[in-house]
């Protein structure tokens, strides 16, 4: 008896992203003022779809812009931060982040803030931020870091990329900077500046707020994740 014949499945396609549920992120005030497993329990449909399904939606679509301007690294799959606090060693025993985040990393980095990535976008009723980059380098990438930045050629480079980012409006930022240069640098190094951080990240022009409600949020992220293209992949050839 012949088998019936395979029945092709393609997987559907990711769903457009047409904006968070408001602009003013009321449900992370509310969250804040209450605080509770059971007002979260009883108000998680509207996380769920007002910001968790955004959010991937929003990440989705940016990855599927990105991918182009990256010829040696592979972004990987979207990643949204869960929204509950890990309060294991933490005096403040709130269950819930007032902010929902996620993120673009690179194949082969690390996870988190210890990783390279395209992207991170963050938001909340008082926060709203996107960069790119490696927020914070562990010992043995902040060792091969600052031997790139020392180097003539690899220095330059990062140097130039700065530069360009600036002239953009992007701002640089990092989990932690230095005092001084460190041990076996010149204190007066002319990439000073960079050898001092323990991680560095482009931290992008503040977008409206108004924009995240709006489909167009894509194509202003987007853009700006492949103006940072640049530092995420010297980044990812240095540290990875």
Same mark, same amino acid.
């Given at each position: 008896?012949p088998? +019936?014949?395979k029945?092709s499945?393609?997987?559907?396609?990711?769903? +457009?992203f047409?904006g968070?549920?408001?602009g003013d992120?009321?449900f992370f005030?509310e969250?804040?003022?209450?605080q509770?497993?059971?007002?979260?329990a009883a108000?998680r449909?509207e996380?769920?779809?007002?910001?968790?399904?955004?959010?991937q939606?929003?990440?989705?679509?940016?990855?599927?812009r990105l991918?182009?301007?990256?010829?040696?690294?592979?972004?990987?799959?979207?990643? $949204?931060f869960?929204?509950?606090?890990?309060?294991?060693?933490s005096k403040?025993k709130s269950?819930?982040k007032?902010?929902?985040?996620?993120?673009?990393?690179?194949?082969g980095?690390?996870?988190?803030?210890a990783g390279t990535?395209?992207l991170?976008?963050?938001?909340?009723?008082d926060?709203?931020f996107?960069c790119a980059g490696?927020? $914070?380098m562990?010992?043995?990438?902040?060792?091969?870091?600052r031997?790139?930045v020392?180097d003539?050629?690899r220095?330059d480079?990062?140097?130039g990329? $700065?530069?360009?980012?600036?002239r953009?409006g992007f701002?640089?930022?990092?989990?932690?900077?230095?005092r001084?240069?460190?041990?076996g640098?010149?204190?007066e190094?002319?990439?000073?500046d960079?050898?001092r951080?323990k991680?560095?990240v482009a931290i992008?022009?503040?977008?409206?707020?108004?924009l995240?409600?709006?489909?167009?949020?894509?194509?202003?992220?987007a853009?700006q994740?492949a103006?940072?293209a640049p530092l995420?992949?010297?980044l990812a050839a240095?540290?990875l």
């Amino acid at each position: 008896m012949p088998r +019936p014949a395979k029945t092709s499945r393609t997987a559907a396609p990711p769903a +457009p992203f047409t904006g968070f549920a408001d602009g003013d992120a009321r449900f992370f005030s509310e969250l804040a003022a209450h605080q509770s497993r059971e007002w979260f329990a009883a108000n998680r449909a509207e996380y769920e779809e007002g910001w968790l399904a955004p959010m991937q939606a929003l990440l989705g679509a940016v990855r599927a812009r990105l991918a182009p301007r990256y010829a040696h690294e592979e972004i990987a799959e979207p990643k $949204v931060f869960r929204i509950h606090r890990d309060v294991r060693f933490s005096k403040d025993k709130s269950p819930y982040k007032t902010h929902i985040g996620g993120y673009l990393g690179i194949v082969g980095s690390d996870a988190g803030p210890a990783g390279t990535a395209a992207l991170y976008f963050h938001v909340g009723a008082d926060e709203l931020f996107a960069c790119a980059g490696q927020y $914070v380098m562990n010992g043995e990438q902040l060792q091969r870091f600052r031997a790139a930045v020392g180097d003539a050629e690899r220095g330059d480079e990062l140097a130039g990329i $700065v530069a360009a980012l600036a002239r953009a409006g992007f701002t640089l930022g990092s989990h932690e900077e230095m005092r001084r240069v460190p041990r076996g640098f010149d204190p007066e190094h002319r990439r000073a500046d960079l050898l001092r951080r323990k991680g560095l990240v482009a931290i992008f022009p503040a977008p409206a707020r108004a924009l995240l409600t709006s489909p167009q949020l894509v194509d202003v992220l987007a853009t700006q994740a492949a103006q940072a293209a640049p530092l995420v992949a010297w980044l990812a050839a240095v540290t990875l």
